[in-house]
């Protein structure tokens, strides 16, 4: 089973998951996850992973989604701090794997006419 606890404050949305981050309740995060960040895109997310007691695959992919749409983790345990350090290098490698960024510099000294 996953309990999942919605805390919405000013500044932050958080998602708080307590139990088995696994298949059955996949959807149901999925869920939750999509109404919350579409509700306030403005606010800061964060998924608090820390009463999770035990995660799939299903649900590596899950967090590995949210990463890269921008939510942050709180996390216990070596497990899944090693997990959260994963999907944080997961993301980076992602968003550098998108091609070259341009950048156009306008000087406005006027010494290099």
């Known amino acids: 089973m996953l309990r999942i ?12 998951l307590a139990g088995r981050l696994t298949e ?16 306030h895109p403005e606010r800061k997310f964060v998924v608090d992973l820390r009463g999770v007691m035990q995660i799939d695959s299903a649900g590596e992919g899950a967090l590995a989604l949210m990463k890269t749409e921008g939510a942050g983790f709180l996390a216990s345990g070596i497990r899944m701090k090693h997990l959260v350090k994963d999907l944080e290098i997961e ?3 992602k968003s550098h794997s998108r091609g070259p960024t341009v950048c ?10």
């Open 5 to 16: 606890t919605k805390v919405d404050t000013p500044t932050e949305q958080k998602l708080i």
């Open 24 to 39: 059955p309740w996949i959807a149901d995060l999925s869920s939750h996850w999509e109404e919350t960040r579409h509700a």
């Open 91 to 93: 993301a980076q490698q």
């Open 104 to 113: 156009h510099y306008v000087s406005t000294d006027e010494g290099e006419k």
